[in-house]
């Protein structure tokens, strides 16, 4: 079952992400460990009032095996939710949300993306080396949004910069208008950000539109300018820096190899997204295949994701404790149409993991 966003502020994510599945298990015969697999799908619409009720759709009636979902945090809960009342096996291909590996962590729930706060653990340092010591932070206000200020503000204080305000709008509004004004006034050093997707865009080119580029710089969690850098974009976007757990110029073979292969498949370019559902789909194969395809032998199906070591186009990473990806973060910076890799921010950076039971 897959719960994904295809309409709303996220859809090019929801898309990505599906593809990145679909390509990881077609590359290896389009089956688990020899089994046909029946696929169901759920437009969560990034909706969280709607969660259970969807995450209900795939549990309950469609009875599916795995429920691979979702891209926003808010209806992670909601899966969340529904995985540890069924014991249905959960993939999150994106949503950060630390409560998912933390507190409300389970047997049953994988994640092969990010917590919200791993991206922003990585960026406080540069941006003290690079001289930018007063900062305003700004962002959607919901569980993402604040949890990547959380990373945000222990790299940034512990290596010595001041966070000014704090500024946030509800999402998935763009009315960056007055904020930017705000921003304006307070002349700071730097600006720190999380959006994503297409209204991440918007941000950058209003807040150039708004003239503060080349004035203030601007960094954000690398979700801000990925799977975006488009002529029209790029002109707002040069220069920005970020950190991400992918860029689509890291130089590997490996990295290589899925972006040809995904190109051909698809017709148009992967994104960190595309990643994440990718490994999403190594993920199954790799558990359904030490049980033989069998999904209901639980323990040994858990104890092999445990152990897996995900040979990803970010590079090789491994499962926390708590199900959470090992993972080095990247420091990128735009130039042209391209996130360029500067160099390792953090090298396997795990989650804390705080609070949850299986550590
Ligand atoms: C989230 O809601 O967890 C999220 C959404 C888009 C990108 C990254 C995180």
Not at 146 to 169: Q, V
Request: hydrophobic share 45%.
């Amino acid at each position: 079952g897959l719960m994904l966003p295809y309409s709303g502020a996220f859809a090019p994510l929801g898309v990505a992400i599906e593809n990145g599945v679909r390509m990881a298990i077609n590359e290896q015969g389009g089956k688990l460990a020899g089994r046909e697999i029946e696929w169901f799908k759920v437009d969560d619409e990034s909706d969280p009032s709607k969660g259970i009720e969807n995450a209900n759709k795939l549990v309950q009636r469609d009875k599916v095996d795995v429920l691979i979902g979702t891209v926003h945090s808010g209806v992670q809960m909601g899966i969340q939710r529904v995985a540890r009342d069924s014991g249905v096996l959960s993939l999150i291909p994106n949503a950060g949300v630390h409560a998912a590996t933390r507190s409300l962590c389970a047997p049953n729930v994988f994640r092969t993306s990010f917590s919200n706060s791993q991206p922003t653990l990585a960026l406080g340092q540069t941006m003290v080396n690079k001289g930018h010591k007063r900062a305003v932070w700004i962002t959607w206000k919901y569980a993402a949004g604040d949890e990547a200020f959380e990373g945000f503000k222990e790299s940034y204080t512990k290596a010595g910069g001041t966070i000014i305000k704090e500024l946030g709008l509800p999402f998935p509004n763009v009315e960056f208008q007055a904020l930017l004004t705000e921003i304006a006034a307070l002349k700071p050093d730097a600006v720190a950000c999380f959006f994503a997707g297409p209204s991440g865009a918007k941000f950058m080119k209003d807040f150039a539109a708004a003239g503060l580029k080349g004035k203030i710089a601007l960094y954000g969690s690398g979700f801000l300018t990925e799977g975006l850098l488009d002529d029209e974009l790029a002109p707002s976007a040069q220069g920005i820096m970020t950190t991400l757990h992918y860029s689509a110029s890291l130089a590997s073979k490996r990295n290589d190899a899925f972006r040809l292969a995904y190109a051909k498949t698809y017709k148009m370019q992967p994104d960190v997204f595309a990643v994440q559902g990718y490994d999403a789909g190594l993920l199954l194969l790799q558990g359904a295949a030490a049980v033989n395809g069998d999904l209901s032998n639980k323990k040994a199906l858990y104890a092999a994701m445990e152990g897996a070591v995900i040979d990803s186009p970010r590079g090789k990473w491994t499962m926390s404790k708590a199900h959470n990806p090992v993972q080095d973060m990247y420091l990128r910076v735009v130039q042209g149409k391209e996130n360029k890799v500067l160099g390792v921010a953090a090298k396997a950076l795990s989650d804390s993991g705080a609070g949850c039971k299986l550590v």
